[in-house]
């Protein structure tokens, strides 16, 4: 397997290497901004600066009045991926195809393999679906669903051998993907122990089960039963949860697709408070709100169920790209995994049965910067943060890829800031007959697409070469994740108290015949006082308390009743005042 990791980019059929000069543009890094033209050769970018001389052969890029930023890194996606009892619709052609289209110029995907499965396995049988289609760079997270000691050998096999340095666990799809808390915390400590990425999806599976099963009761089968079932408040109380068992081994923790105000706030209440974790909101939940859920046309509604699902919250998706901005939030990813409308008919009478997903890889660049940049929420050096840089270091493949600087793989789009495109089904690039942006005009276009040194979208028109992609491994020890964690674990290490040892009698319960307690009859005088509320104040009495019982008995029925008397003067005696007139 490792001959796939050497292949050259000549080695591919039909493809050629390039020398491009783009010239007149702005260079657009995470940290700063500068006029430059930039030579690449060879698939690596090999100049940057001022009036570079073009050398002979060379294609040239007019980039005036353009960005010229590091291509997008997609964190998130699901292609070709068995779900459900169906396969989603983009496979690896189709959706880097589409990533290309809309400047992102590599995906993170994930293996996902079944309860029981072996992790190097299906690693295995991703990588032969992946490397014949995918169309740019690649990399794979591993999903982690079950554990035991085998699993834990075949992470640091991964992670030493195969290029892997994340792994995804659920806290939900109960029976299916989710793990328990106590697999949960060792897992985060096995991730610690090799220096990857811990991975969560973040919604409190057993509740999720529990209140589908509510919601079906009650008649609701259709897709607003999905957003009711899995409210806002089970994604805040795991992505808590998670939060919490991670730091217990001080690993850092990333919290996959955040959805909503209350997720977004644990997260960044937690790294206020010091503790490593990420957040990455995703395309849809920028993008989108949750009151589709509510359409009258059933394939519109179940067309954005996802998991996670979108916020009714009409406020949401502002509120998450606030916090992206403020580096509340650091990355983003799309979570792309598209069904057919037939595929998504699996669920027309329950809803718990709706494959779960959406489209974004081709979007996501235009919709971050339509409501980010284009609202004056970011500025062009976060875009670039957001949907490359922050990716490339947490994922340690930074400066290789995220930036533009001399070495670094010619991963470049060339960004047209006052162009406009609206979304749409009928021109996009995926396999899927829908799309959740449907109709939304976003100003910022990719123009010019660059991917492994090559010219690959030009003026809208796609030109890709199929299994052309190739597969990137990511070290472990990612410094952003990791630089402080073994400086926390030796100033944090617990420390025991040494003090003389006890030399005292000790108590042995076994040698003791403990006297058997008969219960008897709680007698008429003990019932009431029983019932007044305790002494306070060292044994005093409570003054307030009342002897008043509601069993229809007083605390006097024992006393044999007096005769009547009649009284002839009120209490105190007659009065002697006299008004005058």
């Known amino acids: 397997m490792e001959d796939r990791e050497k292949r050259s980019l000549k080695q591919v059929p039909h493809l050629k290497t390039q020398r491009i000069l783009i010239k007149g543009g702005k260079v657009v890094n995470a940290d700063y901004s500068y006029d430059a033209d930039v030579y690449i050769e060879d698939g690596v970018i090999r100049q940057v600066g001022k009036d570079l001389i073009t050398p002979g052969g060379a294609t040239i890029i007019d980039a005036s009045g353009k960005l010229v930023m590091p291509g997008g890194i997609d964190t998130h996606t699901h292609f070709q991926m068995p779900f459900m009892g169906t396969v989603s619709a983009d496979d690896f052609y189709q959706g880097t195809k589409a990533a290309l289209a809309g400047g992102t110029t590599m995906i993170m995907d994930f293996v996902m393999p079944q309860k029981g499965e072996s ?302 495109r609206v979304i749409s089904k009928e021109t996009h690039h995926h396999a899927v007959d829908f799309n959740i942006f449907e109709g939304m005009e976003c100003h910022g276009v990719a123009e010019t697409v660059i991917c492994q040194g090559r010219v690959v979208v030009e003026d809208g028109v796609v030109h890709v070469t199929q299994g052309a992609g190739r597969f990137i491994p990511n070290p472990t020890n990612s410094p952003a994740c990791y630089a402080k964690v073994k400086v926390r674990d030796e100033v944090n290490k617990p420390q025991k108290v040494e003090r003389e040892p006890y030399t005292g009698p000790v108590f042995e319960p076994s040698n003791v015949d403990l006297p058997k307690v008969a219960l008897s009859p709680i007698t008429h005088q003990e019932e009431f006082v029983g019932s007044r509320p305790a002494t306070r104040h060292g044994g005093g009495r409570d003054l307030h308390a009342s002897s008043f019982s509601l069993s229809g008995r007083q605390v006097d029925d024992h006393v044999n009743a007096r005769s009547t008397s009649k009284v002839c003067a009120p209490p105190g005696g007659k009065s002697s005042i006299i008004f005058g007139d």
């Open 119 to 420: 992790l190097v396995a299906a690693y295995e049988k991703w990588r032969g679906w992946a490397d014949p289609k995918v169309c740019c760079d690649y990399s794979f997270h591993v999903a982690v669903t079950w554990w035991n000691d085998k699993v834990s050998q075949e992470m640091e096999e991964l992670a030493k051998d195969k290029g892997i340095n994340s792994f995804k666990m659920f806290m939900a799809y109960k029976d299916v993907f989710m793990v328990n808390d106590a697999e949960l915390y060792h897992i985060f400590k096995r991730c610690k122990e090799l220096g990857a990425v811990a991975q969560v999806h973040a919604e409190n599976g057993d509740l999720i089960d529990e209140c589908s099963k509510k919601m079906l009761a009650m008649g609701i089968t259709g897709p607003e039963g999905h957003e009711m079932c899995r409210p806002e408040e089970v994604e805040a109380e795991a992505t808590n949860r998670a939060i919490v068992i991670a730091n217990q081994v001080n690993c850092p923790v990333y919290i996959v697709h955040v959805m909503s105000k209350s997720a977004a706030n644990v997260i960044s209440a937690a790294r206020k408070t010091g503790h490593i974790v990420f957040g990455e909101p995703i395309a849809a939940s920028l993008g989108c709100d949750g009151t589709h859920y509510w359409d009258k046309c059933w394939r519109h509604a179940a067309g954005y169920v996802l998991g996670p699902p979108l916020r009714p919250d009409t406020t949401t998706p502002g509120y998450l790209m606030d916090m992206l901005a403020n580096d509340d939030l650091q990355l983003t990813g799309t979570d792309n995994c598209t069904f057919n409308a037939d595929q998504k008919a699996m669920g027309k009478d329950d809803f718990t049965k709706i494959p779960n997903g959406i489209n974004g890889v081709e979007d996501r660049m235009s919709v971050i910067w339509e409501k980010g940049v284009h609202t004056g929420k970011m500025d062009p050096n976060r875009f670039v943060a957001v949907t490359s840089t922050n990716a490339a270091k947490i994922f340690n493949i930074y400066p290789r890829k995220g930036v533009i600087q001399v070495g670094s793989d010619a991963d470049i789009v060339v960004w047209n800031p006052n162009a406009s």
